[in-house]
């Protein structure tokens, strides 16, 4: 049922949040060992930028899509989207995840191990652009989520696009920050990488892609979604 405009226009993250928990509750459930990331991470004081559980489980369905058997993340925090695409592997899978802050690799390691999937993710420690190049023996990855420092977006994107073969796909993290990708005049560097980003994708061939906007319990923000069609 279409909402009344006035709900419309009070929306507000504590209706998007009421949403996203009227959606994980209903479609979502429990997860001990998602639950126990979330958890660590906290009481380790990693800050809570984690994936919000339906985006969570969006990355977990699009590799799923994708019949995706190898993955590549940048940027792990604790582990929390590395553990919803993980459990999209199948049991010969495997996901890399690339992440240079040891404190964070650690807290990572342990849930992983507690979600099962020790075996199947391998953490390399290191800044993704020094990690990436080590990468082509394992390549192609059929699923590739960027959502590391987004300064270096655009430096990611060449990559990405090395490591991942036709059918792949590509989704970056954080791409609308509370709109402010549509302002061309922004000073904020943040900004102007992922907009640099965007013109890569649009200016490359090999992709198709858009962009879809969120709201939820993380905010106003977005993915990129790419495609490699040749
Ligand atoms: N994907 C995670 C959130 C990642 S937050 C989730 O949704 O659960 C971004 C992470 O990228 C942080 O852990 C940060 O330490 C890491 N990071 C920042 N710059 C990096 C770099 N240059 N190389 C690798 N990791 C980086
Ligand atoms: C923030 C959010 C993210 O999803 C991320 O990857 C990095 C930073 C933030 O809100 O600051
Ligand atoms: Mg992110």
Same mark, same amino acid.
């Given at each position: ?33 998602? $639950?126990?990331?979330? $958890? ?38 604790? =582990? ?7 459990? /999209? ?17 650690? *807290? =990572? ?11 199947? *993710? ?25 959502? =590391?420092?987004? *300064? ?19 989704? /970056? ?15 904020? $560097? ?13 200016? $490359? ?26």
């Amino acid at each position: 049922m279409a909402q009344p405009a006035s709900t419309i226009e009070s929306s507000s993250k504590e209706q998007w949040t009421a949403v996203d928990e009227y959606v994980n509750d209903l479609l979502i459930g429990s997860d001990p060992a998602l $639950e126990a990331a979330l $958890e660590t991470s906290s009481a380790a004081g990693l800050p809570p930028i984690a994936v919000s559980p339906p985006q969570g489980k969006l990355l977990h369905l699009l590799a799923r899509s994708v019949g995706a058997r190898k993955i590549l993340e940048l940027g792990t925090l604790g =582990a929390y989207s590395t553990i919803w695409m993980g459990r /999209a592997l199948p049991s010969d899978g495997k996901l890399i995840t690339l992440e240079y802050d040891p404190k964070h690799a650690e *807290v =990572a390691r342990g849930n992983i191990a507690r979600a099962g999937l020790a075996q199947k *993710v391998e953490i390399r420690l290191g800044r993704a652009i020094d990690t990436l190049p080590q990468l082509t023996g394992e390549a192609p990855f059929d699923l590739i989520f960027i959502d =590391a420092d987004k *300064v270096s977006y655009p430096d990611y994107f060449p990559w990405a696009l090395k490591l991942s073969r036709p059918g792949s796909l590509i989704i /970056a993290d954080n791409i609308v920050r509370k709109g402010a990708v549509a302002d061309p005049s922004s000073d904020d $560097e943040n900004v102007q990488a992922v907009r640099r980003y965007n013109e890569l994708l649009a200016a $490359e061939p090999r992709v198709s892609a858009t962009v879809i906007q969120t709201v939820g319990s993380k905010g106003y923000d977005g993915f990129a979604m790419a495609l490699v069609v040749k």
